[in-house]
C-alpha cells in the first residue's frame, strides 16, 4: 500500500460516510467501498463532484459561491488528496438497466403463458379424468419444461398432437423418460468456477505484496493451480474457511510476522487443506478462542519448513548399514501387521474415550482434533496412555487429562512456540520458574549449534516412537546441551553416511552407559557426589524425579506423606539412615507410590493443603484469562515465601466469594511486589546501560533515578507493561521518553528561576543605588529571597502587581525585623524550658530535704546526716544536667546519621548513574546569587 491515507467526508443522496483511502486503490475497489459506505446499490460510482468550501471569516465573497469540479474516479484513486471539501458521488446506472423494460415485458409474457398452460392442464384433468398425484407430477413436468411445453402449445400442431404431448409426458413411450433440466449443474459448476477463481485473487493479491521475485512467481504459480483444481472440487464451506485463513495469513504478513518464505509455505498447505489448520480454525470458532491463537498456530506451521527434514530411517547403505536397516525393517512390518486387529480395537477405543473427555469440558476442541489424528497415525505414545489407563485399578480421569494435554503441548512446541511469555525478568533473577528440561525450549535455541538442533530432533522423534525411553532421551538431551564430544562425532558420522539406524544405536549404547554412570554415582557417592550420610529422603524423592522414574505428581505426593509423618515413609527413612541404602529407599518410594493413589480419591479423603489450593486458584484464574501468566509466577512466588498480603486476599476471597475484588487485589499485589522486586534492578542494570548508550544524558539518567526512589505512577506502568508483553525496545523507549520529559520541565524550572532571580537582583541593584536601601539591607534581602521566605515571596508577587519599589522595601523591612525577633524569641525559649527542666528536679530534691530537717531536727546526728545529704544533692543535679546533655547529644547524632545515610544512599544512586556517562557542564540553579556576591565582593 503506497502513499499516507488520506481522509476524505464523502455526500450522498441521504447518507454521508467518512473514508479512509490511499494512492493506488484500484478503480473497482473504490467502486465497492463508496457504494457500501454510501448504501448505494442502483448504480456505478464513476467520479466525484468536489466544491470548495468557502470560509465563514470572508465576508466581502459571501454572495459568490466557489465553481465545482469533477473528479473521475481513476484521478481519485491515484491522487485522493483531490477530494477536499464538500464531496459528493456520482452514480450511472447499470448497463443492464436499459434493457430492463424487455425483462418486464418478458415477465408479463411469461405470466400470461402460465396461466394459458394451467387452463390447458385443467381441461386435460377433466376430459382424461386424471388422478390427483397424475395432474401434480403434469403440472411439474411442465414447469421444468416450460420453455419446450409453451412452444409446442403456440405451435402449429393439431389438438390431438398437443393433446397426446402432453400424455406423452405423463406416460413416455418404450420406458423413454424425458432429461432432467441441467440448469442445476451449470450452476455448480459455475459457482465452483467463481469459488476457484475468488480464492486464486485473493492468492494473487497477497503474491504481488511480495518484494522478492521469485517468491511472488512461486505464488503466482500457485494460484493458477487454484484456478485448475477447484473447478472440480469446491464447495462453500471451504470456500469460506480458505478465505478466512488466507486473510488471516495476509494479515501476519502485511505485519511482518511472517517471512515471505514462510507464508508462501502457508499458502500452500492451506490450498493442501491441512488438517491441523482446519482443526484450529473450527475449535476458534465453536470455543470462541483468541485470534491469537489461531494466528499462533499459523506461524507454527510455516516454521515447521525449517525444521529438520531429515528421514528417521534410511535406506542408504553403507558398510554393516543394509544387513541391521533390513532386519529391523523386517521385523517393523511383521510386528505392524501382526498387530493390526489389536491396534483397530485400541484406536476406536482410545477415539471414545478422549471424546468423553471432550464431552465433560476437559479438553478444548484443538486439543480434541489433534489427539484425533496422533491415534489415527497410531501414534505410540498416545495409545500406550490411553492403554495404561484402561489397565489400571484406579482410573484417575485428571491424570489422563494431565498426559494427554502434555502430549499435545510437546507436540506443538516441536514447531515453536513464539508466543510463550518470557517469566525470568517477572519474577526475579533467582525466582523465575522453568522447567527442568531447559534444552527443550525452541524459542531460546539462539546458542546452540546446527548440530544440537538437530540431534534434539531427532531425540524428540524418537522417543515419540519408543525407540527411547524418557529417561534416556532425557540423559542424552542433557549431554546434547553440554555439547557432548561423543555424541557430536556420532551426529558427524550421521551426517556422512546418513545412517539413522547407526545413529540410533549409538544413542541407545550411549545412554546406556550414562544411566549406569549415574547409578553407580547414586550408590557409592550419594547423590551429586553428596556422602550418604548426608542425603535426606528429599535429596532422593527430587533426584528420582529428575531421572524421569517419579512424575511430579508422585513426587509432589510422597513429599506431603513424609510431612505429614505418614508411618511407612517414616519406617523407610529410618531404615535410609540406619543402613544408607539408596536403592532400597528408591525401591521402597516406588512401591508407596504403586500402593498410594495419588489422584482423586486422595484428594476426596485428605484435606488440600493452603498451598496447593491457592495455586489452583491462580490457575483457574489463568485459564479463565484474568491473570496473565508473569502475574501468576510472581504470585507463587509470593506463595513460596508465604506472603502475608496475598493470604489475607485470599482468606477475603474464601469468606465472600468475590472473584472481581480478588483479581482486582492480587493486581494491585503484583504490582506492588514487581516493584519492589526490580526496583534496584532498575537503578543498577536498566538506567546505566540507557546512559551509557546515550538515549539518557546525565540529567535525565539522574531525575530517572529519583523518580524510581520515589516510586513514580509513570514509572510503574511502563514496568507493569514490560511484563507484561516482554518489549523490551519499547520499555526502553518509554522510560527515555519519561527522562526527556522530566529533563526539559526540570530546565525549564531552573530557567524560569534564574530569569526571576536575576530580575530581583537588578531590582535589589536599582534600590541600592537609589539609596533607598543600604548595602547592609540589600544584603539581607538577598539572603531572605534565597532562602524563599514566604512573606518575602508574597511581597514580590505584590510588588510584581503595584510596582511600587517603596512599599516593597518597607514591607521586606518588616520581615526582617519579624524573622530576627522570631530568631530571638526562639532562643529565649529554649533557655527557658531547658532552666524549667532542670529546676523541676532540684525542686523535688530540696522539698524532700525539707521534710527530712523537720523530721528529723531534734536529733543531732540527724542533723548532721542533713549536712551530709546537701553534697549529694548538688552532685545530683549536676549528674541530671550531664545526663540532660548527654541525651541530647546522643539523639542529635543519631538523627544526623539517619539524614547522613539517606543523604549517602541517595548520593550513591546517582553517582553510578554519573559514573557512567561523561562529565558535562551543568549550571547551578543558584548562579545568580553566586554572581552577585562576587559582585560585592568587588564593591567593598
Partial sequence: ????????????????????????????????????????????????????????????????????????????????????????????????????????????????????????????????????????????????????????????????????????????????????????????????????????????????????????????????????NWKTDATKNKFIDTIELLTIVEKLLDQHMLSEEHGTHLLELIVGENKMLW???????????????????????????????????????????????????????????KNAPAVAATTSAAVAAVTSLHAQHLLTSLELDIIKALIEQEDSQVLHTLRAFKQSDYRNVGALR?????????????????????????????????????????????GLLEWQRHLSFLLGQWQCQQELTPADASALRKLVFQRHNLLESAYEAYAADGDASELLDTLQRVAKLQRQIEQ??????????????????????????LRGVLQSGDAAGLLVLFHGENEALKAANEAFQADEDVHELEETLLLVVKHAHFGREMEEEEPVDEGQAVCRLLADLGRSERLELWQIQLLISLLKSHDPRLLAAVDVYHEDQETNELVETLAILVELAAWERHRRAMVHDWIPPLARSGKLSRVGAARLVEMVNVRDDRVIAALVVFLSDNNKEEFVDTLARIASLETMKLLDAEASEKKEGYLLLALLKELKEKGTMSATERKQFKELMCSVEPQMVTALDLSAVT????????????????????????????????????????????????????????????????????????????????????VKCESNELTEQQETEKTEQEEKNIEEINACIVDEDQEHPNGYAEQEDEEDDTTK
Wanted: proline letters at 3%; charged letters at 30%; a negative charge.
Fill in 279 to 337: 482443526s484450529a480454525l473450527q475449535s476458534y470458532r465453536k470455543d470462541g478462542g483468541s485470534l491469537l491463537g489461531l494466528k499462533a498456530m499459523a506461524k507454527r506451521l510455516a516454521a515447521a519448513e525449517n525444521e529438520p527434514s531429515r528421514p528417521i530411517t534410511s535406506k542408504k547403505s553403507k558398510g554393516k548399514g543394509p544387513r541391521k536397516g533390513t532386519r529391523q525393517g523386517n521385523y517393523l512390518v511383521r510386528k505392524r501387521v
Fill in 402 to 446: 494431565d498426559a494427554l494435554v502434555s502430549i499435545v503441548e510437546d507436540f506443538t512446541m516441536e514447531f515453536g512456540d513464539e508466543e510463550k511469555a518470557a517469566a525470568a525478568f517477572a519474577c526475579g533473577m533467582g525466582d523465575a520458574v522453568r522447567e527442568d528440561s531447559q534444552w527443550k525450549d525452541s524459542d531460546d535455541d539462539s
Fill in 1 to 228: 500500500m503506497g502513499g499516507n491515507v488520506a481522509y476524505v467526508e464523502l455526500f450522498g443522496a441521504s447518507s454521508k460516510a467518512t473514508l479512509g483511502l490511499y494512492a493506488g486503490i484500484q478503480p473497482q475497489e473504490l467502486d465497492v467501498v463508496v457504494r457500501t459506505a454510501l448504501r448505494h446499490y442502483d448504480g456505478v460510482c464513476t467520479g466525484f463532484q468536489v466544491t470548495q468550501e468557502t470560509p465563514r471569516s470572508s465576508r466581502k465573497k459571501r454572495h459568490s459561491r466557489s465553481i465545482p469540479r469533477l473528479v473521475p474516479l481513476s484521478v481519485a484513486c491515484k491522487a485522493p488528496e483531490l477530494l477536499i471539501g464538500h464531496v459528493c458521488a456520482l452514480f450511472a446506472p447499470f448497463a443492464s438497466s436499459q434493457t430492463a423494460w424487455k425483462a418486464e415485458n418478458e415477465a408479463i409474457t411469461s405470466r400470461n403463458d402460465v396461466e394459458s398452460l394451467q387452463k390447458l392442464l385443467q381441461a386435460l384433468e377433466s376430459e382424461e379424468k386424471l388422478s390427483g398425484f397424475e395432474f401434480a407430477m403434469l403440472q411439474h413436468l411442465c414447469e421444468q419444461q416450460n420453455a419446450q411445453v409453451l412452444a409446442v402449445m403456440n405451435g402449429t400442431l393439431s389438438v390431438d398432437k398437443k393433446k397426446e404431448f402432453l400424455l406423452q409426458m405423463l406416460h413416455p413411450k418404450d420406458g423413454e423418460e424425458l432429461q432432467m433440466p441441467r440448469n442445476q449443474v451449470h450452476q455448480q459448476k459455475e459457482k465452483k468456477t467463481l469459488y476457484g477463481e475468488l480464492v486464486a485473487k485473493k492468492v494473487a493479491v497477497i503474491g504481488t505484496k511480495a518484494i522478492r521475485p521469485q517468491v511472488q512467481k512461486q505464488i503466482l504459480a500457485l494460484a493458477d493451480e487454484i484456478r485448475q
Fill in 803 to 886: 510596582h511600587d519599589a517603596t512599599d516593597l522595601v518597607d514591607i521586606a523591612r518588616r520581615v526582617l525585623v519579624k524573622v530576627q525577633d522570631h530568631g530571638d524569641i526562639g532562643e529565649k525559649r529554649e533557655l527557658e524550658e531547658d532552666e524549667s527542666f532542670l529546676e523541676a528536679p532540684v525542686s523535688s530534691l530540696v522539698a524532700e530535704r525539707g521534710t527530712i530537717e523537720e523530721e528529723s531536727f531534734d536529733d543531732d546526728d540527724a542533723k548532721e546526716d542533713v549536712l551530709d545529704a546537701q553534697v549529694p544533692v548538688e552532685s545530683h543535679e549536676d549528674t541530671f544536667a550531664g545526663a540532660e546533655a548527654q
Fill in 520 to 545: 553407580c554415582q547414586t550408590g557409592q557417592n550419594g547423590l551429586n557426589g553428596v556422602p550418604a550420610s548426608d542425603i535426606s529422603l528429599e535429596d532422593v524423592v527430587r533426584e528420582m524425579q
